[in-house]
């Protein structure tokens, strides 16, 4: 069993860090709002510290769960960051949705004191962080990843290490343009079938068996038609991840026209209110024109 620190108790890593103590780690806590750490020690029963750099005292392994690229640096280099705290030979696993070349930066400035960082985004939403059966995609050194990988697995269901620094955050890029082109594919054939006249209860369940079947078909298809948004993964937090994905291919120089063009339609569901609806609502800006 070993010694961790979670920083950032979010939706997501309130509950990450809840099944890491729960697997007999001993977990202290760091949240800006220290509400929320005071609260999670009284759940799980791990222990909380009044900044990042105390939490990690003594820790072998440092999770971090924050919201985009500044908040990361603030948290991990910033003033008592995690990174003042850590000693030579720990790991940082970074859970956060970032750049590739912020996890490049930070890998850089850890390994100058002997610490190894590994960018380890996620996948799943919510259900996943709270079930533990999250998909953890690792970029970073080897040896670090295989003494990570048994820590992690506490609230993964699968983790794999794709490649060098970085690479965990392309791999997410990858996820989300996946899903960025297929909700709003999704948007407009439920809305299509809607306005055809169709019970679209049974659509769904026909052809969500066949090849036009997928994850979001599934979970989402009937709350699309319903017109319920109030839950999931925000348009937001969407936004943010899709405007990583078209800095990076800006570089790389790989076309992304459907992409950019979901993005101007998540920026169209921001300006009707919906930055905290699920990314489903895409098929608000068609019902609802
Ligand atoms: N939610 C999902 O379904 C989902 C799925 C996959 C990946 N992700 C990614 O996971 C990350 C976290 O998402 P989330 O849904 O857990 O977000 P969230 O609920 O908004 O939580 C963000 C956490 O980061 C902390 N934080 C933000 N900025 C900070 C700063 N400058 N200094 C210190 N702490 C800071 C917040 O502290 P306070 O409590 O003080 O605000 C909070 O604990 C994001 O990168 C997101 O893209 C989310």
């Not at 590739?100 to 799943?124: C, H, M, T, W």
């Amino acid at each position: 069993m070993a010694k961790c620190a979670f920083i950032g108790l979010g939706v997501m890593g309130y509950p990450m860090a809840g099944h890491l103590q729960k697997a007999g780690h001993s977990v202290t806590v760091y949240n800006r709002t220290s509400s929320k750490a005071e609260k999670w020690a009284g759940e799980f029963g791990g222990s909380f510290a009044e900044t990042p750099a105390k939490a990690v005292e003594g820790a072998e392994f440092v999770f971090c769960c924050v919201g985009n690229d500044d908040d990361l640096r603030s948290v991990i280099t910033g003033p008592d960051g995690a990174l003042e705290g850590m000693a030579s030979g720990s790991i940082l696993v970074d859970n956060t949705t970032a750049s590739a070349n912020v996890a490049r930066e930070l890998y850089e400035i850890a390994a100058k004191q002997g610490v190894s960082f590994i960018d380890a985004p996620v996948s799943g939403g919510q259900a996943g962080a709270e079930n533990g059966v999250l998909t953890v995609m690792c970029g970073g050194d080897h040896d670090a990843f295989e003494k990570a990988a048994p820590i992690i697995d506490a609230f993964a269901r699968s983790c794999k290490l794709l490649g060098e620094s970085g690479s965990g955050q392309l791999t997410k890029m990858v996820n989300q343009i996946c899903i960025a082109g297929l909700v709003q594919g999704l948007s407009e054939a439920m809305n299509f079938g809607t306005k055809a006249g169709l019970d679209m209860t049974k659509v769904i369940d026909v052809i969500s068996k066949g090849a036009a079947g997928s994850w979001q078909m599934e979970n989402r298809g009937q709350t699309m038609v319903d017109g319920k948004f109030d839950f999931g993964f925000a348009v937001d937090w969407m936004r943010k991840d899709l405007g990583i994905c078209l800095d990076e291919a800006g570089r790389n120089g790989a076309r992304l026209p459907v992409t950019a063009l979901v993005d101007q339609f998540y920026a169209q569901v921001q300006g009707r209110g919906g930055n905290r609806w699920d990314t489903s609502s895409l098929i608000h800006l068609l019902a609802n024109d």
